[in-house]
């Protein structure tokens, strides 16, 4: 990336911080050391991507998931990952979560291991995948 | 008549250099000028990207609430129909500015240091202490523990200021470089934290600049 390249991803991942932040406030409560709802990742990397680690599964809101998205109409090289990291699952939980996308979500959620009132959940427009799509 | 032409050959050479300078300023003000406006459209257009967000959940709340309003019987709740406790959600932007500071993985998160009462300049060091742009490593990208990592080094933090008997008004910039110095945060704390695209050895690669 060229220093303008960097510019430009500094000023709309702070951009779209302020949005995803926005979003996020109406569905939960943040705490980065886990006794909320969830955190959203504050460094930036320098790339073209978003972190959120919801640690409670009521964030897995198909509403939440579908306003995120619309943050990204504009930006279809950027992606916002969900990660799920519910405290005291570390151990027994695989790694899972959503990628958003403008075009797609990659549900990489592995319902076996949620309980029942998630394991159908859906989201609009999404497709199987994993972390590595 | 030499010393003559020399001169005007000089006074010519540097009536191309000036030229040449004002070329250039003209040609990188262009660029700044559409660099400019390239951020401001992206900037347009995610304003109204969160407009319509904010509508569709105003649509969202209402629908929620009045459900909710069936089901609790008017009983005191939040705006998405919890219960609020008294608490309520904060609904205003936030403008934390995020990327305005050091950009990278911070060895010391903010949320490590923001609360604590300590001198600006200490907190500085913290602050600029990251690690640089990362190199997207792309694994997998639900390996996150932020949390974990946050937890651990906030107890160093703590055990730090006990081991030196101090409070956090006394540490000084210096103890926060021996604090990072002493502790690799990032990489005594790597059990706990696997970042999404943060390679643990992407960061050991990288170390505190003192």
Redesign the interface.
């Known amino acids: 990336m060229t220093d303008?390249d960097?510019?430009?991803q500094?000023?709309?991942?702070?951009?779209?911080?302020?949005?995803i932040?926005?979003?996020l406030?109406?569905?939960g409560?943040e705490?980065?050391?886990?006794g909320a709802d969830y955190?959203l990742?504050?460094?930036?990397?320098?790339?073209r991507?978003h972190?959120v680690?919801i640690?409670k599964l009521r964030m897995l809101d198909p509403?939440l998931v579908?306003?995120l998205r619309?943050?990204?109409?504009?930006?279809p090289d950027w992606e916002i990952?969900i990660?799920?990291?519910v405290?005291g699952t570390?151990n027994t939980w695989p790694?899972?979560?959503l990628?958003i996308r403008k075009h797609e979500v990659v549900d990489?959620l592995q319902r076996r291991y949620l309980p029942p009132e998630f394991q159908k959940v859906a989201f609009e427009g999404s497709r199987t995948g994993?972390?590595?799509d | 008549m030499a010393w003559s032409n020399s001169r005007e050959e000089l006074q010519r050479e540097l009536r191309d250099v000036r030229r040449d300078l004002d070329d250039l300023k003209r040609a990188l003000a262009a660029r700044h000028a559409a660099h400019a406006r390239d951020i401001e459209a992206l900037r347009t257009k995610s304003d109204s990207a969160l407009e319509r967000v904010l509508r569709t959940f105003k649509r969202y709340a209402e629908q929620q609430a009045a459900a909710l309003e069936r089901k609790w019987d008017g009983q005191p709740h939040d705006e998405l129909g919890r219960f609020d406790f008294g608490k309520k959600p904060k609904p205003e932007l936030v403008s934390q500015p995020a990327a305005m500071r050091s950009r990278g993985h911070h060895y010391v998160p903010r949320q490590a240091y923001k609360d604590r009462r300590l001198p600006e300049d200490t907190r500085k060091v913290f602050e600029q202490a990251t690690s640089g742009k990362l190199d997207d490593a792309r694994t997998n990208m639900f390996d996150n523990s932020h949390r974990a990592y946050n937890k651990a080094v906030n107890e160093q933090f703590d055990r730090f200021l006990t081991k030196n008997n101090m409070t956090e008004e006394q540490m000084t910039p210096q103890q926060a470089r021996e604090f990072l110095g002493d502790r690799d945060v990032s990489r005594s704390s790597n059990s706990e934290f696997q970042h999404a695209g943060v390679d643990a050895r992407n960061l050991q690669r990288r170390p505190i600049p003192w």
């Open positions: 303008a960097d510019t430009v500094d000023t709309v991942w702070t951009m779209l911080y302020d949005r932040s926005a979003v406030s109406r569905f409560t705490d980065h050391f886990g955190l990742v504050d460094d930036n990397y320098g790339h991507r972190i680690e640690h509403a579908k306003m619309m943050l990204l109409a504009e930006l990952v990660a799920v990291d405290p570390e790694r899972m979560g990628i990489g994993t972390g590595f």
